[in-house]
């Protein structure tokens, strides 16, 4: 089975201006979802649809074919599901799945894209999978001007019933259920993926807690201490570790000091 994968990226985002070409942590937003798309190996082909001839150049500069949109689809209320059907009609071979790939998710994981995919080939019986994290929260809805619980019982979060959240970052659909108006099929499933690869840039915020992720990296320190050598070393290390709170720390120590 053949597998396109679609980038849906305009130019006229309205909360970050420029946000897709925006300099994440060293290169442009969309690159991350082009180079997590390329380094998942899945995908016959990977297409950026635009209608931004400078988003088009970074695209293909970053390994991804391009597909110009016409500009009536570019509008800020225009949906992702005329769009995703107007690339798949514009590309010259047929394909078995579709899969709607985010230009904001930067956090995403090939290993799980790629884990994705798999699920999507191996499971016919799938028509739609989508990202999502598992979310259960006390929440409320307004029906007929009425604020009524979203839930049937009050109980702890850990009691609710799961409640998954979409995160954006991925959308595989068969082909035959890819039209102008949808790309949901009859039996829609979801692919659960870690909430630190979930985030979906649409503030300030967000970029901010993207970047402070990015730039986040993993630091070990070596501890020395027992009480026949004292425990300075350790005192010492926890202090320099309280200045690094932005990274992923880990602390060892030798058996050999563990008494």
């Known amino acids: ?68 949109r016409p500009d009536n689809l570019a509008a ?11 690339a798949v009609q514009a590309v010259r071979d047929s394909y078995d799945i579709v899969a709607t790939l985010q230009p904001t998710c930067p956090l995403l994981k090939p290993e799980t894209l790629k884990a994705a995919h798999r699920k999507m080939m191996e499971d016919k019986s799938i028509d739609t999978l989508l990202s999502a994290v598992n979310d259960p929260r006390l929440a409320w809805i307004e029906v007929d001007s009425e604020i009524v619980p979203a ?11 799961p409640y998954f959240r979409e995160t954006g970052a991925f959308f595989f659909s068969r082909r035959e259920w890819v039209t102008e108006s949808s790309r949901f099929g009859k039996k829609v499933a ?3 993926i870690p909430e ?7 503030t300030m915020k967000d970029w901010w807690i993207a970047e402070r ?13 027992n009480r026949k050598i004292g425990f300075g070393h350790v005192y010492r290390q926890l202090l320099l570790a309280n200045r690094l709170l932005d990274h992923d720390l880990r602390f060892f120590l030798d058996e050999a000091h563990d008494s």
């Open 1 to 68: 089975m053949k597998t396109i994968g679609i980038i849906p990226a305009r130019g006229g985002s309205k909360g970050i201006p420029r946000k897709n070409l925006r300099d994440l942590n060293g290169k442009p937003l969309i690159a991350y979802t082009i180079g997590t798309a390329l380094q998942a190996g899945c995908f016959d082909r990977i297409v950026v649809s635009t209608e931004d001839e400078e988003i088009a150049h970074i695209a293909r500069e970053f390994g991804a074919e391009v597909h110009i």
């Open 76 to 86: 800020d209320q225009t949906t992702l599901d005329p769009v995703i059907f107007d």
């Open 151 to 161: 839930y049937e019982k009050r109980v702890n979060r850990q009691e609710l019933p």
């Open 190 to 192: 979801v692919f659960e």
């Open 196 to 202: 630190n690869e979930a985030l979906d840039i649409d």
């Open 213 to 225: 992720t990015l730039q986040s990296r993993r630091i070990a320190f070596r501890v020395d201490g």
